[in-house]
T-cell receptor
Framework: KQEVTQIPAALSVPEGENLVLNCSFT??????LQWFRQDPGKGLTSLLL?????REQTSGRLNASLDKSSGRSTLYIAASQPGDSATYLC????????????FGQGTELSVKP | GAGVSQSPSNKVTEKGKDVELRCDPI?????LYWYRQSLGQGLEFLIY????????KSGLPSDRFSAERTGGSVSTLTIQRTQQEDSAVYLC????????????FGQGTRLTVV
């Protein structure tokens, strides 16, 4: 059974810091891994999708890496801003189960001005 | 519309009543998913529709939960005889195809059973 774990559960940093969020999964038979952002009381916003054949994806100040063989992904946020404060969720799309996503518990990020 | 639309955004119901939650996916998306987000439980998969195929209902927690998708577009999630443990945010998502495509989520329906 696929399990997805995110560390840390919560993180507080001063504005301007670079930071790394971690995601690990137990079964490497995945189509892709997605990172999402969730603001309080809101739905999920897709940030980055990495295909299983890819090593990384970049969007602006965000960079996500994927090491499928070791079951790990990281989300790197450069020059953090207070507006980055949110919960970040990773999810894997596993083989032979359509588009069903298995989510981690999330990392709650707070960026202090 | 441009995104996935869910209604209502908030619903308060009495224990034992039935509720219906609605999801309008992005136009042209053939796959539609329902997830539940409970405090302390994270996001869990409920049900998945892909085109005309039989839905994957493997995540539905009990037979009080059901969902349908009419005309390959709008979906309704129905919870019968609601219980307090059904209180959660119900999120709908859609994607272009069944697997290996980006999922786009709605804003969710917050259900409170009193």
């Amino acid at each position: 059974k696929q399990e997805v774990t995110q560390i840390p559960a919560a993180l507080s940093v001063p504005e301007g810091e670079n930071l790394v969020l971690n995601c690990s999964f137990t079964d490497s038979a995945i189509y892709n891994l997605q990172w999402f952002r969730q603001d309080p009381g809101k739905g999920l916003t897709s940030l980055l999708l990495i295909q299983s054949s890819q090593r990384e994806q970049t969007s602006g100040r965000l960079n996500a890496s994927l090491d499928k063989s070791s079951g790990r992904s990281t989300l790197y946020i450069a020059a953090s801003q207070p507006g980055d404060s949110a919960t970040y969720l990773c999810a894997v799309n596993i083989y032979n189960q359509g588009g069903k996503l298995i989510f981690g518990q999330g990392t709650e990020l707070s960026v202090k001005p | 519309g441009a995104g996935v639309s869910q209604s209502p955004s908030n619903k308060v119901t009495e224990k034992g009543k039935d509720v219906e939650l609605r999801c309008d996916p992005i136009s042209g998306h053939t796959a539609l998913y329902w997830y539940r987000q409970s405090l302390g439980q994270g996001l869990e998969f409920l049900i998945y529709f892909q085109g005309n195929s039989a839905p994957d209902k493997s995540g539905l927690p009990s037979d009080r939960f059901s969902a349908e998708r009419t005309g390959g577009s709008v979906s309704t999630l129905t919870i019968q005889r609601t219980q307090q443990e059904d209180s959660a945010v119900y999120l709908c998502a859609s994607s272009l195809a069944s697997a290996n495509t980006e999922a786009f989520f709605g804003q969710g329906t917050r259900l409170t059973v009193v």
